[in-house]
């Protein structure tokens, strides 16, 4: 049977890879090419399935695209971010290979567009924080990380990690938030969700005082992320069919999302994990009005 694998004709899945690889960087259809492979690998994709198309050379064709030279319109940019993020979530073998198709050069820039970008990279961006909790988990004694691999420098380094984060949560409001951005705020519980788990939420909170701080702009974050998180709960509660697609693309139960989310919501203003504890004063009563 082992023998039989990928013998034969060509499937739809090798004929839609073969005309994303040669269709040109700015083509509309790539947008359309890369959410059939996405479609197929959101979820819970085999490890199976993303090494067939890793090895037939997806995993270099994005990571080239995304760091090439042409102006891509937004869409088509997430689109290759996305599938990307799809392509590597949880697969060690596929963190390996990036580090083999890109050298310092490219990844300098790779790294600048990514970061210059976060509404269209989240997805990879989430890819990497869960795909590290994972593999930390799974192999606690010296197994593969991310940080083998380059892209596991954008999560393992604290400062980097919380530049991440505040660009995530200050590139949203409840105001424009879209089903393209929404997203973001995803991405940025899945941080939070997993602080929580480790018990490092409150350090996080207190990060974004910091940054407060240095802006000279006091509330401005923890309000902002105030808002978004009473609009996830009043949005995500109404929603199963959403609550089911967290729960599968994260492999982290709705019950541990909305958790997180209640207890950063909380009123308590004496606890360290709730949002309301960092508030400036006037902001605390406002509240309460």
């Keep these: ?33 890369s959410r059939a492979i996405e479609g197929f690998l959101r979820g819970r994709a085999s490890f199976g399935d993303q090494l067939f198309l ?3 050379g997806l995993l270099e064709h994005l990571v080239d695209h995304i760091g090439s030279s042409e102006i891509k319109p937004k ?3 997430q689109s290759s971010f996305d599938l990307l993020g799809e392509l590597m979530k949880f697969n060690p073998i596929a963190f390996k290979i990036f580090n083999s198709v890109i050298d310092d050069k490219k990844f300098e820039k790779f790294t600048h567009i990514l970061t210059s970008n976060v509404v269209d990279s989240n997805m990879l961006i989430r890819c990497l924080i869960l795909s590290q909790e994972r593999f930390v988990e799974e ?6 990380s991310t940080g083998v691999c380059r892209l596991g420098t954008l999560i393992n380094d604290w400062e980097q990690r919380m530049y991440l984060l505040n660009k995530l ?42 940054e407060e701080r240095i802006q000279k702009n006091p509330g401005f974050i923890m309000k902002n992320l105030r808002h978004l998180l009473e609009f996830w709960k009043n949005h995500y509660l109404k929603r199963g069919k959403d609550c089911s697609a967290l729960e599968q693309s994260s492999c982290i139960s709705f019950d541990q999302w909305k958790k997180v989310v209640d207890i950063l919501l909380q009123d308590d203003i004496t606890s360290t994990s709730s949002v ?9 009563s406002f509240r309460h009005c």
């Design 139 to 144: 192999m606690p004694f010296g197994g593969v």
């Design 169 to 210: 949560i200050n590139s949203i409001t409840v105001n424009t938030l879209t089903q393209e951005n929404v997203s973001c705020l995803n991405t940025t519980l899945v941080f939070l969700m997993i602080a929580f788990k480790q018990g490092h939420l409150p350090s996080y909170l207190k990060a974004f005082v910091k």
């Design 1 to 33: 049977m082992k023998s039989l694998c990928c013998h034969g004709e060509k499937g739809l899945l090798s004929k839609i890879l073969e005309t994303l690889i040669k269709t040109p960087p700015n083509a509309s259809i790539r947008f359309w090419l």
């Design 54 to 56: 890793v090895k037939r």
């Design 75 to 77: 869409e088509i940019l």
């Design 276 to 284: 309301l504890y960092y508030l400036p004063p006037v902001s605390q």
